[in-house]
């Protein structure tokens, strides 16, 4: 009777992380694909609100978090000398720390922390672009100046180090390195930059260089995805000129097809909804393919043209049932777009700048979570909205972070959100926050 007590009590006091939910491990989630698959999360926001967990202080950086086995890890930039304002067109020289910090998923308490000195020289310099990636034990976390470290997720200690710039006789993006890192199997596959390295994969445990692949006239910022066709995957890589699909094992092409955004900015994901692909990125530049036997190139359906499509740039956008949402660069709103012929159908700028009228790089991160979803705002506010060919439908809304950074004269917070074991992680240029997400009270 006393052990049926104690085992009772003891799986009372468990942390809520070893009963329920999953990792986000790493950029978009688990499969990289924006899905939450958790359930018995809040489905409205409560008159109360929902509860911060904890809140801890960081430094500067578009990083978002991401989580696994208990621990949440991020990047930030500790600035000590230099101007860190934003300027489109220039790059900033400043001077300072990058730093790997670990946090206990549950308490918030700083469990490690990894620095290095860094020299910045890109525009928008508040800190690092990737969210880092948790795999195997490891943490991978790739600065804005192509330091790309390795480190023990227990203990926070390096197990290896390579500057991708210097490796491959690269120039850092003007904006930064920005895609984060992809594992395969035993592979790290990153974007490097330099002649025939845009990609380059790694040996997780080494960090020794097992192949490299395409050239370019610059290295865009999209990060490296896994694409399945009747069984065989193809590493998808969208470089500043091309969509490329590659032999993830070997690196060997498969196929290119041009798609060249304005200004090198192949930023947002391409997404895949059955055998229909998706690519946008600013300057009118969109494209629908459609998808054939594996290793083939895929076949133009259309292309972007004025007042039709949508033109994502800081966020990925979303392709579900025959629609398209997301953020357009251009305009600033959130828009539904019909994946058939690029036919816009609604538009709005409440999940985005949060008033009317014209913002360049308007922002919403979007996650699905059942039939509903999950947006973090620029503005900072947590939202619960259904997206459909119809509309719109704002169900409710939080505010939770405060934007810290700038953007054309607005303030912004743009970095992606974690959602793991019913808690949603955010962060802007000042603090990480960790906000209950439970359905049940």
């Not at 900033?92 to 700083?110: I, M, P, Y």
């Not at 590659?246 to 498969?254: F, R």
């Not at 660069?329 to 959130?334: E, H, K, L, N, T």
């Not at 912004?412 to 019913?422: D, G, K, Q, R, T």
Request: aromatic residues 10%.
């Amino acid at each position: 009777m006393k052990y049926n007590l104690l085992l009772a009590t003891a799986l009372l006091l468990l942390p809520t992380w070893t009963v329920r939910g999953e990792d986000w491990p790493q950029w978009y989630g688990p499969n990289r694909d924006g899905v939450i698959r958790e359930t018995n999360l809040v489905r409205e926001i409560p008159k109360d609100g929902l509860k911060v967990l904890w809140r801890q202080p960081i430094a500067g950086g578009y990083s978002g978090p991401s989580v696994a086995s208990g621990k949440v890890i991020v990047s930030d930039y500790e600035r000590s000398t230099g101007d860190a304002s934003n300027d489109p067109g220039g790059r900033r020289q400043l001077s300072g720390r990058e730093r790997v910090l670990c946090f206990d998923a549950v308490t918030g308490k700083k469990i490690w922390e990894h620095s290095y000195e860094c020299k910045y020289n890109i525009s928008y310099p508040a800190g690092p672009r990737c969210n880092p990636t948790i795999a195997n034990d490891v943490v991978l976390a790739l600065g804005a100046e192509g330091d790309l470290v390795c480190l023990n997720l227990k203990d926070g200690s390096l197990v290896w180090k390579k500057s991708l710039r210097d490796a491959y006789q690269a120039q850092t993006p003007i904006w930064g390195y920005s895609a984060p890192p992809l594992v395969v199997g035993d592979m790290v596959i990153t974007l490097a930059g330099g002649e025939g390295s845009i990609v380059v994969a790694l040996d997780l445990k080494t960090g020794n260089e097992k192949w490299k692949a395409l050239s370019a006239t610059e290295i865009g910022y999209c990060p490296p995805q896994l694409l399945e066709r009747q069984g065989t995957k193809e590493l998808l890589i969208w470089t500043a000129d091309e969509l490329c699909g590659l032999d993830p094992e070997t690196g060997k092409v498969y196929w290119q097809v041009p798609l060249q955004p304005r200004y090198g900015m192949s930023i947002a994901a391409p997404q895949v909804s059955n055998n229909l692909l998706f690519a946008c990125g600013i300057g009118e530049t969109a494209a629908m393919y459609r998808l054939g036997a594996p290793k083939t190139a895929p076949e133009l359906m259309w292309k972007g043209k004025p007042k039709m499509a949508l033109y994502c740039a800081n966020s990925t956008p979303l392709f579900q049932d025959n629609m398209i949402y997301g953020a357009d660069c251009q305009v600033g709103a959130m828009m539904g777009v019909k994946a058939v012929d690029g036919s816009r159908v609604w538009e709005t700028f409440a999940p985005t700048t949060g008033k009317p009228g014209r913002a360049s790089h308007g922002t919403v991160f979007i996650n699905r979570y059942e039939d509903l979803h999950y947006l973090f705002t620029e503005t900072g506010d947590f939202v619960i909205a259904k997206l459909t060919p119809e509309a719109y439908t704002e169900i409710g809304r939080t505010h939770l972070l405060e934007p810290t950074g700038e953007c054309f004269g607005r303030n912004v917070v743009w970095s992606y959100p974690a959602y793991s074991n019913a808690r949603l992680y955010v962060r802007n240029d000042k603090e990480i926050l960790c906000v209950d997400l439970s359905r049940e009270r």
